[in-house]
């Protein structure tokens, strides 16, 4: 399912980027039939590929009712302070995607297992928040914890964070 191309810096080739539908030969077509054709066959290529993405690790006790999910750099901090908080008798599910895109079964499995789950992300407007909820996560399930002040989280603010938006809430 996956046309030919040439690749960008390839000797004698040439590769042009426009806003244009292409055909499976790499030639522009503004031809609705063609549109339908290459926008089933790129859906197809996401089904194909899906099972053979990087599923995401968890850590935690799974049968606490509370979850938490963050990507990247949070990861180590989620789990800093939900060591913290276990040495004070609270438990906590972690979940950490390695794949953001498409959105994977288990992380909404995950989601909706869970009677709250606090995603932590380094942004304005909760960006994973809203991805996930619009990949069928339960809307009421999900609580944001957002800095985007251009500083990483600390585990002694993580802890703060956890217990007002899910521990005491």
Avoid at 43 to 71: C, F, H, M, N
Avoid at 88 to 96: K, L, P, V
Avoid at 103 to 122: G, K, S, Y
Wanted: glycine share 10%.
């Amino acid at each position: 399912g996956i046309s030919p191309m040439s690749f960008p810096g390839t000797r004698n080739a040439m590769n042009l980027v426009t806003g244009n539908e292409r055909d499976e030969w790499g030639r522009v077509s503004t031809e609705p039939v063609n549109r339908v054709r290459m926008m089933d066959k790129r859906s197809r290529k996401i089904e194909t590929i899906t099972p053979d993405l990087p599923k995401a690790v968890e850590w935690g006790d799974e049968r606490a009712r509370l979850g938490i999910i963050g990507v990247g750099v949070v990861g180590g901090v989620i789990e800093e302070a939900v060591e913290r908080l276990a040495r004070q008798g609270h438990s906590f599910h972690c979940h950490r995607p390695r794949t953001l895109w498409p959105v994977l079964p288990d992380t909404i499995e995950f989601i909706n297992a869970h009677e709250r789950v606090l995603v932590v992300e380094q942004s304005q407007s909760g960006q994973l928040a809203d991805l996930l909820r619009s990949a069928g996560a339960r809307h009421d399930h999900i609580v944001s914890i957002l800095r985007y002040d251009g500083l990483q989280f600390t585990a002694g603010e993580m802890v703060q964070r956890i217990m007002q938006e899910g521990v005491n809430a």
